[in-house]
Every structure is written in C-alpha cells, then in structure tokens.
C-alpha cells in the first residue's frame, strides 16, 4: 500500500501517543454529525506542523463499525488515476470513473469516508469532479470526503464555490491551545521523545506559551529548539566525562609502570648499598652474623613437625546398615478368596436354618450374589438410566456461542471479492441475516465460547483486517451459508 506516488497514513495505529485536546475533539464531534445530516466537501484548514495529520488520525479512530474509513497523504507527484485505482480496490467496486464509483457505493448502503492528508498538493479539476460527484448524492449520501490542507488550498476553493458548488464546502480551522493544553502538550512531547519532565520547569512552560501564543507550529519549533539543547549539553557532558575518565586511566597507567621499572632499581641499589660492610664495624658485623647461624642450625634435640612423617590414606565411606525388623502385619496370613476383583465379601458358611428362615435366607443369597459382581458391571446401567444433571447446561453453552464479524454487505460476491483480496477462503465463513433493512451476507471469523476470549482475539487481528472494525456478535443471530 505504501508503493506508488502515494500512501497510507499509519499514524493511527499509535492512538495511545496522539495528543487529545479538547477543542479537537468537539471538531471531530461536528464532523460526525456532518457525515450523518449533511452532504459537504469538508476541509480541515491549518498551518504547517499545526497538528492536522494527527488531528486525521484521531477522527479516524473515534468512527465505529458503520464506517468503512480510508486514509491517504498525498504527495506532489500523486496521480489521480493511481488514487481513483486504489479506491477501487479497497472498496470493491468496479472500474469506472470518480461519479460511477461514488454511485456504487450509494448502492451498497454503507458509508465510506476518504481522507487525504497534505490535500493542497491536489489538482483543481480533481476537486471539481469529486464536488460533482457528491453534489448528485442529494441531501444525504454515503459517500463522504474529508481534505486537511495548508492555506494555499483556499484560492482554488473560492474559485469552486463561486463557480458552480455554492453550500458545498465546509471549512474547519484546527487554532491554538491554551496554557493549560499547552503544558499538557509540551508534557506529553517530552515523554514521548525520553525526556525528564523535571527538565521542563514552570518558568519553560511560560516562555514557551508567551512566545507561540499557542500556535502548534510556533510550539512545535520553540520546544524542537529547547529539546536540541538539552541533547547539546548532555553530550557535552558526556564527551567531558569520557574525557577525564580517559586521562585519569591514562595517569594511573604511568604510575604503575613508573613504579614497576623504577621500584627495582631503587630496590638493587640500596641492597648493594647496605651489603656493603663499613671499615670500623666490620669485626661486629661479622660476630653478629656468627651467632645468628650458629641460632639457625638445629638442635639435637629438636622434633621434626608432625606433617613431614605423616602418611595421608583415603577414606572409604561404609557400607549402609541395612534393617532387619519386618512388620508383625507382613506376616499374616491373608487368604486368597478375601478379595475377587477389588469387590470384598464373605465367604459362604453352611449353617442348618429352621423352614422359617428360608425366605430370608434366600433374600440374603441373593444380596450375596449381587456383592459378588463388580461394581462396575452395573454402573453402566446406572448411567444409561439417570441422564447427568449437567446435560441441560452443556446444551446452553452450545447455543451461547459467538464470533468475529468482519464485513458485512448486500451482495454475496462483494464478500467473495473481500475473501479472494485477504486470502481468508480457509479461515471465515459466511452467514446470512435478515432485518429491516433487507438480506445481510455477514464474513465471519471463528467460532468462540466465551465472549472475553473473543474480544481478545480482534486485538490480535492484523491491521489490513482491524482498519474494519471488526465486532464480536452471537452466532445464534445469524443463518449459515458456507
């Protein structure tokens, strides 16, 4: 999408470091009721670096599901056949010129909003065929156009309106911030650039403000000057700190070595100094050194230290104890017949029985015989007879059961279109779903049981998919197709 003379803007996928005044969002709130009530070309007037690419990025946000929203920057080498191709392609539409596309998309019932960022690199002819187009939509249409140009756009709209397109153009002016939005601006820059905000003092605030009257551009080129000088004096700072860190190892380098070479020397020559005996107290010297090897010989006497005749042998860990003592229990007899298949009983005992208790001898035989089956030969049965208590839930929770819904249209081959276009044969499915407003082919994603889980999944959709705002609706809601 970014190839050819122009692109698409993805600054709105960076939502959470757009900066939000007030006065822009009720601009946004009017451009709302504009696209619903009303059939005008709207243009979003600023100055250079005044905020209106950021100013397009958050309108395009605040639009839900209903609108199918484009946005483009042109640039001064657009090709308008080149725009008038990539509308065709995003909206699927068949080929034709600016007033059959805007035709079909009448047809199709759903809105579609174009944006197009630096709109005074558009050529005037341009701009009259698309004020042609939407001036034969009538009083409500679902085609809807939104310019964000610099001033210079202003000469060719006057030279429109006061030609043929009374009452068809909109202007909006974006305007100042006041001090209160000023410093939550400067504030909001400076963290999203890495910088401390206790570098931005009240004192920088005010001077900042007094000198842009809260002008974004004047803002803009006041905080670029004050953010590049700190980056100046902290690198600055940096290089001094290398600098004298560099010299202190370097010093430190030539005192070691001055020491290691010169310590030696200095070493040799006061032992040949002090080797040497002075003539008068030769003799002494000489006594002294005398007695001290006579000190240092050993006596006769003297025990050697007991390491020197020591043998040292390895030591091999013993053998465990091993535990003679047996459990009384373990030798207990325990008779075979105790147990049969993990199913306890006792055993028969023949006992003579008065002709009155045969027939409870007989309920006993009988009871005797049913404890000598397993218990889980009868347990499937049970099951069999007794549904589980649980059967009705499970069959609500199959009914619960929701998914991801793409794209909605009137005709099923647009959504075939949409499938071949993002290759999404293997992953979605289409259904059917009547209202008021006539027959419905829904493009699904996935099936879900849990209507969290599902809310998560479109968080991790790829943009090419998100740029639709997908939602998530009951699957019971709807009439599968294929």
């Known amino acids: 999408?970014?190839?050819?003379?122009?692109?698409?803007?993805?600054?709105?996928?960076k939502a959470n470091h757009l900066f939000k005044p007030v006065s822009w969002l009720s601009k946004i709130d009017f451009i709302h009721h504009l696209t619903l009530f009303n059939n005008v070309l709207m243009v979003v007037l600023g100055e250079k670096e005044a905020g209106k690419s950021s100013f397009l990025s958050l309108l395009q946000?605040?639009?839900?599901?209903?609108?199918?929203?484009?946005?483009?920057?042109?640039?001064?080498s657009m090709?308008?056949?080149?725009?008038?191709?990539?509308?065709?392609?995003?909206?699927?539409?068949?080929?034709?010129?600016?007033?059959?596309?805007?035709?079909?998309?009448?047809?199709?019932?759903?809105?579609v909003v174009l944006m197009i960022d630096n709109a005074h690199y558009l050529p005037e002819s341009w701009m009259a065929e698309v004020l042609a187009a939407i001036r034969d939509q009538g009083n409500h249409g679902y085609f809807h156009l939104c310019l964000a140009a610099d001033y210079s756009i202003v000469s060719s709209l006057n030279h429109l309106v006061n030609k043929e397109f009374n009452n068809l153009v909109h202007t909006i002016e974006l305007g100042g911030l006041n001090e209160n939005e000023t410093k939550t601006y400067v504030l909001h820059r400076a963290q999203r650039e890495g910088f401390d905000e206790s570098l931005f003092s009240e004192e920088v605030f005010q001077k900042i403000y007094k000198s842009s009257a809260g002008d974004f551009a004047k803002i803009n080129g006041h905080l670029n000057q004050y953010m590049n000088g700190i980056q100046k004096n902290s690198l600055n700072k940096t290089i001094l700190a290398r600098t004298s860190l560099a010299v202190c190892l370097a010093l430190a380098i030539l005192g070691i070595t001055y020491t290691l070479t010169n310590g030696s020397y200095l070493s040799e020559t006061f032992r040949n100094i002090f080797s040497k005996p002075i003539s008068g107290e030769l003799v002494v010297e000489n006594e002294s050194s005398m007695k001290l090897q006579n000190l240092q010989k050993p006596l006769k006497s003297a025990m050697p230290y007991w390491k020197d005749f020591a043998s040292f042998q390895p030591l091999t860990p013993a053998p465990p104890l091993q535990s003679s003592i047996s459990s009384i229990e373990e030798n207990e007899f325990v008779p075979k017949s105790a147990l049969v298949d993990k199913v306890i009983y006792i055993p028969k005992i023949n006992i003579a029985k008065k002709p009155s208790q045969e027939k409870s001898s007989s309920n006993k035989i009988q009871l005797s015989s049913l404890t000598k089956t397993p218990l889980f030969h009868g347990s499937k049965g049970a099951a069999t007879s007794f549904p589980s208590k649980n059967t009705k839930k499970i069959k609500a929770r199959q009914n619960k059961r929701y998914t991801i819904q793409l794209v909605a249209a009137i005709r099923r081959s647009t959504i075939k279109n949409f499938v071949e276009k993002y290759h999404l044969s293997k992953k979605t499915k289409i259904y059917q779903r009547t209202d008021k407003n006539g027959h419905w082919y829904i493009l699904t994603l996935g099936e879900y049981e849990n209507l969290n889980q599902a809310k998560n999944d479109i968080h991790h959709l790829p943009y090419a998919l998100v740029k639709f705002h997908p939602w998530v609706r009951p699957l019971s809601e709807l009439k599968r197709l294929g």
């Not at 191709?85 to 079909?104: A, H, P, T, Y």
């Open 79 to 111: 090709d308008m056949e080149d725009l008038k191709q990539e509308m065709i392609r995003e909206f699927n539409l068949k080929q034709g010129d600016i007033s059959s596309i805007v035709v079909q998309i009448n047809a199709q019932k759903a809105h």
């Open 1 to 13: 999408m970014n190839e050819g003379p122009f692109k698409h803007d993805s600054n709105h996928m």
């Open 61 to 76: 946000l605040s639009f839900d599901h209903n609108f199918h929203v484009m946005m483009i920057k042109a640039t001064v």
